[in-house]
């Protein structure tokens, strides 16, 4: 491309990564990973799912990259967070349930939540500013994952007294405090 046009080629590619990366992350948001497919990426960013290959990889390879928070951006992680616990305190997704139910009994569902979490941890980490960002961010996952086990699968009584709206708001109470 001319530069009178002021689109470069790199320009050009680059849109289209960015195009692309977010179709992956509203697709991975609504269907999860199991559910999303290349195809259905590349149809969302309107481009051929050669492109998405090419541009990132294999579907797993884009899914780690389609994950990832912003770095020093602490709003932006307590965002996140936020939509996290709303999901979480609603109706967990069958796969979801699966694994969370299986990864006590199970050494693969153990190791991939394990994984997952992990990378929750340190994800957040980098979006979290201070000297405790990592403490902070191991807290969050830890106490997510707590409040999935005990609404969704100990069910807790006390969270059939308290609505949902009420648990969010506490929730972000709790996330917004200063240490």
């Given at each position: ?171 972000h109470a709790w996330l917004s405090a200063k240490t």
């Open positions: 491309m001319s530069a009178v046009s002021g689109t470069t080629r790199d320009a050009k590619r680059a849109r289209t990564a960015q195009r692309i990366l977010e179709a992956a992350q509203e697709e991975f948001a609504t269907h999860g990973y199991k559910g999303t497919t290349v195809r259905a990426i590349a149809e969302r960013a309107g481009v051929h799912a050669s492109l998405v290959m090419q541009h990132y990889g294999t579907k797993a390879d884009l899914f780690a990259i389609a994950v990832q928070l912003p770095k020093d951006n602490p709003q932006g992680a307590k965002d996140h967070l936020m939509d996290v616990l709303d999901v979480r305190l609603g109706e967990l997704p069958p796969e979801t349930r699966a694994l969370v139910r299986s990864m006590l009994t199970s050494p693969e569902a153990e190791a991939s939540v394990r994984t997952f979490l992990d990378e929750r941890v340190n994800n957040l980490e980098q979006s979290f500013e201070g000297d405790d960002a990592q403490v902070r961010a191991l807290l969050a996952v830890s106490s997510i994952l707590g409040l999935t086990i005990a609404q969704h699968f100990l069910k807790l009584s006390a969270f059939d007294d308290v609505p949902h709206e009420t648990l969010v708001k506490a929730a």
